[in-house]
């Protein structure tokens, strides 16, 4: 009888022990100083796709889908090139949240190739933010075709049915030089005031009647919305062509970026 009594209050010891052995305080495991996120959801920066061999967009996982496309050797890893004569496209099915901003930035990475590149018969779509309701969509980017066999690139901007034309004088030149360019256009609501910079400085900057995006519908990188059959098709209009070019690193912000901005994503190749 007194045997079974030890070992029962023996046990009891050896319970109260692992008990208190468990509520010891425990050093916690060093987790390291992990960097915060530059972006964070709900960020600035709506939508980017580094298009380093494949088009996905990682603020949101937005896979675009290929459409004779093909990667090469881009101004920071790869960039795309689409094949005119497949009419060679990316799209995405939204620019994310992009299309509830008031003020945005567009930044884009191009290389046009050399004058024999310059297309003298159509306009070679870079980049459309389509619109369901509207023949131009929301935004619209592309090099229009012209006669001259200079260097020089008459780029077309279309910013929800603005046309901001760059002919005649206008022509940017040595665009079609076989080097990378930075484009990037802003549009501040308040005022609204649009600016477009090519390698880090300002181009142009006027007044425009205020916008806001009406509809969005896909992204398109390479062409037009109509090669994603958005107000049309490619067969409905025969002018119209994919970029003969790479293209590369695109951003999308729900903000203006300064001066200051557009130079840094310029001189560190973002």
Known sequence: MYKYKFSKCGMLILVLGMVF??????????????????????????????LDGSSVDSIRANFGTDNNVTYVQGVSGQAATFDQTNKGFISWPSANDLGSQTDFSVSLWFNAGDTSKKDHNNADGMLAFARSSDFWGNITIFADHETSTSDSMRLTIVLVGNFLGHDGPKRIPHMYDNKWHHLAVTYQNSDSTYTLYIDGSQWEQHTIPQIHFIDPNVLVLGGFQQAASVQGTYADNSWMSPFGGALDQLRLFGVVLSAADVQALYTNKH
Do not use: E, H, I, V
């Open 21 to 50: 052995a468990a509520c010891q305080k425990m050093t916690r495991p060093n987790l390291g100083n992990f960097p915060k996120d530059t972006n964070p959801p709900g960020g600035p920066l709506k939508f980017f796709a580094a």
